[in-house]
């Protein structure tokens, strides 16, 4: 689909200026807008479309009456929550759970690739891509099971600390342990996955510009630091801004599948808290208002990032 | 990439709107076609009456068809192998194709079935709570069946009539019943027996702790005094299901009852809601004393039903709670039914006991219904003895055996196992019908019945079941109780754990304050004074 809107968008300034005027371009190149239909429409329908919906988060849904038809609420919703005394709670743990995400698991990545990319073998560093890679491929559910079962207070982790001489922990009880597990066993298992896109952008640096780099006596770290690194950061830049784009909500699945009462301080997020409460306890409108927030300020944040990245790096989404 | 990443910006703008969205089609073009098929009701409801008979079987001359949403749980197997519905659709003339949901993920499809409209005909063993039977009643999403019941429901009028806090534990405010409740006559299946090591005790020479104190030392014993003989310290002390249950069985021993659905204790018509009393306090400090010396079972927030009934199955366990012995049939002689303990302050009260019309929300008829008549003389047979008989133990000589006009499963079914639960639709609980003594010889055999016996004198004179609000003030209980509750459970089991001082405990009183309990506490009272007058 982005060949099709790439390729369209790149023949047609090449046309000759004859009778300019974008009907005549499309007639002229139809096959290619005709491909471009299918991803418009699958916007429309399936992303612009809902947005009718958003209208409950300031009406009282009833179910009965309709989307359209529910009685206006006004801002009601909102106020409740940001009365709630969870309000404070679950900004704060969706807000830093990303935030340490992306201090924390965003570089990895970047150095994994690094790494990589000075192996000299090709067989290891083929070998270690591929051992990097599959953890990815494991279903969330799966992943949270082998998390219990490590981690709990008889699991093969307990049982190294207690041969150690110290005391068994709750891991998966304790609040302040649920963000590092969580991060930590992100990292594990997207690494890889997320490595392979700066392992692309870095054969495309050009091989010259080592070559200048080792003639100049420069080492290996240098050539990292000075030649890999500035060639690779214009995707740096584009993936972080694409993070911030998903900041608030995160690894819904394993959030949830990872809770209980024990560690709900720390655990409790907005996606978590609509589910909870929205879709089990059928408060579609207090949640549609809530998950209105958060879009909210997840359009804020990436709006900042990208006029940021804008004027100090001069790469931006648009 | 630039495709990936609109998506993911977009989900969470749209989380309602892809569930709702999609939905808002369906909501707007069923609505239509459901007041439609409202408004056809009633005219239709007098051109029924003819076709649907008021008593005798066949109910209808012409068969029907009807969809019911229920939940199936993991004992069961699928709805229409059961012998109850392939034979009670040969005698009713009523075929019904059950939409089956497991328990889990039930609530979800359930409410799921009512943001997008897509209705059944009625729902079946629904769990509806009394927001939801108000919210969509309210709605007209469910009809309101008191008139249904008076003219086509001889058997549940009959047992409303003689137990009137069925109807006042169903009626709304307004004076309408959206949901049929499962109704339990039978005491003994309205409480969990508390079942003690009996084998246990007289190896170590104790007697049946009749205190808080007691119990304390006896669970001490069994842990450490090796009772089940292996030479090592593998016994479990105390279990209970999964979360804070246990708080509720030892609430009554701290003088804490459970009035009216809810933390509640009502004394001299005046409600307090316990949560955060000072007895409150002394109850999660003992349970935070059995927790913290591995007395209670360390796995109590974290086991899921089936790891805790085979608990029960081990005979390695020292005290447990539960209905019946059913679950440990093969070892019953080691265990025997207790009283609740005095507590400190001298209370003594078996609290966690449920009211008559115990299964709320059981079954629910809606509005796309175009047989109402007939749906509630479907379901009000098995509010009699015949209907419940066939529900419960399926056909004679195949199934059962009847012993002094009482039904009871025979040797050979019982021997295969599993083979009871996919039989019946009650197992797993929740079913719309009634249970009383002649329905109960498997859930009631002689041991429940001493077990009850023990409890039946610390049982409260009245128990109220949960009101029922008007629309506007079950909206504000629900807004209310969404914080307050969430906050009791977690505060609760940290308390028990230990993972949260004690120290803390005027933060957790100040910080249920600030949630407006008190705001609870007077709806609740206003609520408890309409049902006392």
Known sequence: ?318 | MRKHWGKKAMTMMIVSGLILGGCSGNGNGNGNSNSGSEKENTPSAAAGESAVKTDGFPIVDEPLKLKMFTRIAPANGPFKEMPVFQDYEKMSNIQVEFIESPTDGFPEKKNLLFASNELPDALYRSALSPLETVRYGSAGQLIPLEDLIDQYAPNLKALMEEYPEIRAGITSPEGHIYSIPGIVTLGSARTDKRWINKSWLEKLNLEVPETTDELYDVLLAFRDGDPNGNGQPDELPMTARKGLQIVNFMAGSFGLDLQLGYNININDGKVEIWSGSERHKELLMYLNKLYSEKLLDQELFSHTEAQYLAKQGTGNTGLFYDQTNNNFLPIMDQYVGIAPQAGPHDDRLQSNVAPVPRDFGAFAITSVNEHPEATMRWIDYFYGDEGSTLLRFGREGEHYEMKDGIPYYTEEFLAIEGAQGKMTPYAGGGAPHIINDKVASFINPPQVQEAYEQLEPYMPEIRYAAPMFDEATAQQVNVLRNDIDKYFEEQSTKFIVGALSFDKWDEFQATLKKMNLEELQKIYQEAYDKMAK
């Open chain 1, 1 to 318: 689909m982005k060949s099709a809107q790439t390729s369209a968008a790149s023949l047609t300034p090449s046309q000759p200026k004859r009778g300019s005027g974008l009907p005549r371009k499309i007639a002229k190149r139809y096959d290619l807008y005709l491909m471009l239909l299918l991803p418009i429409a699958w916007y429309l329908i399936f992303h612009y479309g809902p947005l009718y919906g958003l209208q409950i988060a300031f009406k009282n849904f009833n179910p009965a009456k309709g989307i359209f038809g529910s009685p206006w609420e006004g801002f009601g919703h909102f106020e409740r929550f940001f009365d709630s005394y969870y309000f404070w709670r679950l900004l704060w743990n969706t807000i830093s759970i990303n935030l340490f995400s992306l201090l924390i698991a965003f570089p990895i990545p970047i150095l994994l690739a690094l790494l990589v990319n000075e192996i000299r073998s090709k067989h290891f560093s083929k070998w270690l891509q591929n051992i990097t890679y599959i953890p990815h491929f494991i279903s969330v559910v799966v992943i949270v099971g082998i998390l219990n079962a490590m981690l709990s207070p008889t699991g093969p982790i307990n049982m190294l600390i207690e041969a150690l001489g110290g005391t068994p922990t709750r891991f998966l009880e304790e609040a302040g342990w649920f963000k590092t597990i969580f991060i930590g066993s992100n990292i594990w298992q997207n690494m890889g996955w997320q490595s392979i896109i700066y392992i692309a952008a870095l054969s495309g640096v050009n091989p010259q510009l080592y070559e200048a780099a080792k003639m100049d006596g420069a080492s290996r770290l240098r050539r990292i630091w000075h030649v890999s690194l500035p060639g690779i950061a214009p995707v740096i830049v584009i993936l972080l801004i694409l993070d911030i784009g998903h900041f608030m909500n995160v690894g819904f699945e394993k959030i949830l599948l990872m809770q209980n009462n024990l560690n709900l301080e720390s655990s409790d997020v907005i996606s978590t808290f609509v589910y909870t409460t929205g879709v089990l306890k059928g408060e579609y409108s207090y949640t549609a208002a809530i998950g209105l927030f958060n879009s909210v300020i997840n359009l804020i944040l990436l709006l900042m990032v990208n006029r940021f990245a804008r004027k100090t790096s001069e790469t931006s989404l648009w």
